[in-house]
């Protein structure tokens, strides 16, 4: 089973993907830890971002590795533990550049279907371009939304709380940036999959958001003949 979770910065989507992954023993996989992978090996050898074409094969040479499940969940990028680093303004930056790419998608999407296939009982993969590009035909497919100064305010609180210097203003330009990038670049940019199931959660809390989600795979399984433990398989 797949389970495609698409929408801009701050919308709940790796929260609500990882809990969606623990509830229906599925793999979960945050395909943006991998651009900004990418991000942070360009900015490491001193590229500029304008440099696309070395950014392309800088990517070429990466072996990028998220193990762990739930709140252990790591990002190795070459071997070595970026989990934290990756999450930095200046990457965050990159990382909106480096996605602008052909070259880089084809890759990172090339791998992002390989981890998706040959997962177990299945995937819950969250990013952009999942359910248009990645898993067009995934089983599920959501589009979490919510104002701009909601997934600001959100962003902004998730940073301090990991006691990084911001302030709400700054969050919120990066914000409406990212966006501005995300929507416009030619290849693969952020839209919703016409059969995707579109939730604004600006008025919802993680539980009521969680919930809207597992009862549409819930139900939609209900009668096959895999729902074993609350897993569909
Ligand atoms: O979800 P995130 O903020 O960690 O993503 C980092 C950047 O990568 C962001 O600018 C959007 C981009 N991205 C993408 O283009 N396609 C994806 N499937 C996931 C992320």
């Known amino acids: 089973m797949i389970i495609a979770i698409d929408g801009p910065s701050g919308a709940g989507k790796s929260t609500l993907g990882k809990r969606l992954a623990a509830t229906f023993e599925l793999t979960y996989l945050d395909t943006g830890a991998m651009y900004r992978a990418v991000g942070l090996a360009a900015l490491r050898v001193g590229l500029d971002e304008n440099d696309r074409d070395a950014?392309?094969?800088?990517?070429?040479?990466?072996r990028i590795e998220l193990p762990?499940?739930?709140?252990?969940?790591?990002v190795l990028l070459n071997g070595e533990d970026v989990t934290e680093r990756i999450?930095?303004?200046d990457v965050s930056h990159m990382a909106s550049v480096v996605s602008t790419i052909p070259g880089v998608r084809t890759l990172l999407v090339k791998r992002q279907r390989q981890i998706g296939r040959s997962a177990g009982n299945g995937a819950v993969l969250d990013g952009r371009d999942i359910g248009s590009v990645v898993f067009p035909d995934a089983d599920y497919k959501f589009y979490l939304t919510?104002?701009?100064e909601n997934r600001a305010r959100r962003r902004y609180l998730e940073d301090k709380d990991r006691g990084r210097d911001t302030s709400y203003e700054?969050?919120?330009?990066?914000i409406i940036?990212?966006?501005?990038?995300d929507a416009t670049r030619e290849f693969s940019p952020l839209v919703k999959a016409?059969?995707?199931?579109e939730i604004d959660t600006s008025d919802l809390n993680v539980d009521e958001v969680f919930e809207k989600m597992a009862r549409i795979i819930r139900d939609s399984a209900k009668g096959s003949a895999g729902l074993e433990n609350?897993?569909?398989?």
């Open 55 to 62: 950014i392309e094969t800088v990517s070429e040479g990466l």
């Open 146 to 148: 919510a104002g701009t």
């Open 230 to 233: 609350n897993a569909v398989k």
């Open 170 to 174: 700054q969050t919120l330009n990066e």
């Open 177 to 181: 940036e990212r966006d501005e990038r």
């Open 87 to 89: 999450r930095s303004k």
């Open 68 to 74: 762990g499940t739930g709140a252990d969940l790591r």
């Open 194 to 197: 016409e059969d995707a199931i």
